[in-house]
């Protein structure tokens, strides 16, 4: 498994699925933004779906905060906008907005090393920084759905740390207490916490 963080991200051009309409996308043509690009395995599956709807739940949260959500699976962007148009009461992911890429022949999964030996995706998640450089990756076995709140999390806390030079410590959630890199302010830290 190949760990990408602190690398550029491998850069791809597809077909990507958004609201019923299909276009092309490069991702080098997001640079300013930051990136999710998570993958699942495939469409009209099981876990899947639950994951696109949460994702989207959540979509406002991630779009004010500049980040573009990325679905990608191995499926043709035919199958997308089939799924697409499937209603919820029918296991399908009627309602969900952001870009799905159809990465027939699994060359995108490849090129981030979650490509399983049965061709599908791994359940990889990766949070790209508008430099184009992998800040954080998650990567989940197949029946594992992942947690939307840590993608959310992990996209606020890189952003704290960009516009403050502090770090953040475990559990860290917005609005709450960050640290400096010195012993004294982890000092501090570790006493308030705990008192």
Not at 125 to 148: A, Y
Request: aromatic share 8%; charged share 20%; proline share 4%.
């Amino acid at each position: 498994m190949s760990v990408l963080v602190g690398k550029e991200a491998p850069n791809f051009k597809t077909k990507c699925v958004s609201k019923s309409e299909c276009n092309d996308i490069e991702l080098k043509n997001l640079r300013g933004k930051y990136v999710i690009l998570f993958f699942y395995p495939l469409d009209f599956t099981f876990v899947c779906p639950t994951e696109l709807h949460a994702f989207q739940d959540v979509l406002e949260e991630f779009s004010k905060n500049n980040c573009v959500l990325l679905g990608c699976s191995v499926d043709s962007h035919f199958s997308h906008l089939a799924w697409l148009n499937t209603p919820k009461e029918k296991g399908g992911i009627q309602g969900v907005t952001y870009g799905l890429l159809s990465d027939l022949g699994g060359h995108i999964a490849k090129s981030y090393d979650v490509l399983a030996p049965e061709g599908i995706a791994y359940r990889g998640l990766f949070l790209i920084d508008c430099e184009g450089i992998v800040r954080h990756q998650v990567v989940n076995d197949l029946p594992l759905g992942r947690s939307v709140e840590e993608a959310l999390r992990m996209l606020l806390a890189l952003q704290h740390t960009e516009k403050h030079g502090e770090v953040c410590p475990a559990n860290w959630k917005q609005g709450r207490r960050a640290i400096t890199t010195t012993t004294e302010s982890v000092a501090n830290y570790l006493t308030a916490v705990n008192a």
